[in-house]
Nanobody, 115 residues
């Protein structure tokens, strides 16, 4: 069964850092594109970053230079390292994979950036 489970969210002060994890099961993260999305209160879900099976990465302009997506093939886990966090980064963060003709989402992990 395909499943992705996010963790690592929390409350952090502006300028702080967090690392989110996306643990995958039912497929291999090293062979497929994995993405992070986020949804702020009252806003639509938006793309944050992705990493391809070949290891190429891409970021939304709003997080470029501050966020880094990576993966650990041995743990079958994808990470989102978030630095220099801003209040506008406050959102529920979701892991996503398109696999076997289906979109798979986790339940999300909440990131709150506030002093």
């Amino acid at each position: 069964q395909v499943q992705v489970v996010e963790s690592g969210g929390g409350l952090v002060q502006p300028g702080g850092s967090l690392r989110l994890s996306c643990a995958a099961s039912g497929f291999t993260v090293s062979s497929i594109t994995m993405s992070w999305y986020r949804q702020a209160p009252g806003k639509e879900r938006e793309y944050v970053a992705f990493i391809t099976g070949l290891g190429s990465t891409k970021y939304a302009d709003s997080v470029k230079g501050r966020f880094t997506i990576s993966r650990d093939n041995a743990k079958n886990t994808v990470y989102l390292e978030m630095n220099s966090l801003k209040p506008e980064d406050t959102a529920m963060y979701y892991c996503n994979v398109w696999y076997q003709s289906q979109d798979h989402w986790g339940k999300g992990t909440l990131v709150t950036v506030s002093s």
